[in-house]
């Protein structure tokens, strides 16, 4: 196949929180080789470090930092320091998250607030650090990560659910004190993408069958589908798309 190029994200600085691996590296890699100024944070170090390596020979080597997403002070702090180094953030990927599987019953209040630190709340808060750069920039794109997860009624993640479901509120209620200043923000909103993890903890002869059956498109949903999505959302050939919902999924709901 022969995908599209952007030739507006060429040397535009494109900030992923998450980006170490999964769906948050191929956001990376994805964003490199069109030529943007790539930053990215995730807590995984090692794997961080190797996939900047990895993508050196691209225009923009791109930079890594190590940062815990819950910690907002180091979240702040790793904004400022990708802004010290690419400059003016004009995109922003708000991907972290963790979908741990957790009993109802059993949640602690300790538990939930750390789930919603991990889930959501760094989306609302990297998108107040990066405003004032895409202001000066004359707007931007803030890509919010949702699911389909809580679209489908699973069992076995209700905070995940909450929080994920939550993130479509959040580009509601920003998408027009944004939009004044041509910052668009919307929500891409993945169905069950087959990343290696998946592959380890959850996808089995149960979970092929289901995709067989319930996708309307045959085959796996991959990352690469995701960042080629997040790509458009990023460019300017989607500057009047805000407040939406994006979703790639295969079909599934």
């Known amino acids: 196949m022969t995908f599209a190029s952007y030739p507006s994200l060429i040397d535009r600085h494109v900030f992923i929180s998450g980006g170490a691996t999964g769906i948050g590296a191929a956001f990376v890699e994805h964003f490199a080789r069109q030529g943007a100024r790539v930053s990215f944070i995730d807590i995984d170090q090692e794997n961080g470090e190797q996939l900047a390596?990895?993508?050196?020979?691209?225009?923009?080597?791109p930079l890594f930092v190590r940062c815990d997403v819950t910690q907002l002070d180091a979240l702040a702090d790793a904004i400022a320091t990708a802004?010290?180094?690419?400059?003016?953030?004009?995109?922003?990927?708000?991907?972290?998250?963790?979908?741990?599987?957790?009993?109802?019953?059993?949640?602690t209040a300790a538990e939930f607030e750390q789930n919603m630190a991990i889930n959501l709340r760094?989306?609302?808060?990297?998108?107040?650090?990066?405003?004032?750069?895409?202001?000066?920039?004359?707007?931007g794109s803030v890509i919010c990560l949702g699911s389909t997860g809580w679209m489908k009624k699973n069992a076995?993640?209700?905070m995940y659910a909450m929080a994920k479901s939550a993130?479509?509120?959040?580009?509601?209620?920003?998408?027009?004190?944004?939009?004044?200043?041509?910052i668009r923000i919307n929500v891409l909103v993945p169905g069950w993408v087959i990343t290696e993890k998946q592959r380890r903890l959850w996808l089995d002869a149960e979970g092929e069958a289901e995709i067989a059956r319930v996708q309307c498109l045959p085959g796996y949903l991959m990352a690469d589908d995701l960042a080629r999505a997040a790509l458009f959302l990023a460019a300017d050939d989607s500057r009047m798309c805000t407040g939406q919902d994006f979703i790639v999924d295969g079909g599934w709901v």
Request: aromatic content about 6%; hydrophobic content about 35%.
């Open 53 to 61: 390596e990895s993508l050196a020979a691209c225009a923009h080597r």
């Open 83 to 107: 802004r010290e180094v690419h400059g003016p953030i004009g995109v922003l990927v708000n991907n972290a998250a963790n979908d741990v599987r957790h009993d109802f019953g059993s949640t």
């Open 122 to 139: 760094h989306q609302y808060f990297a998108t107040q650090a990066v405003r004032e750069d895409m202001r000066s920039l004359g707007g």
């Open 156 to 158: 076995g993640y209700p």
């Open 167 to 182: 993130v479509h509120g959040l580009v509601n209620g920003l998408a027009r004190e944004l939009g004044r200043d041509r």
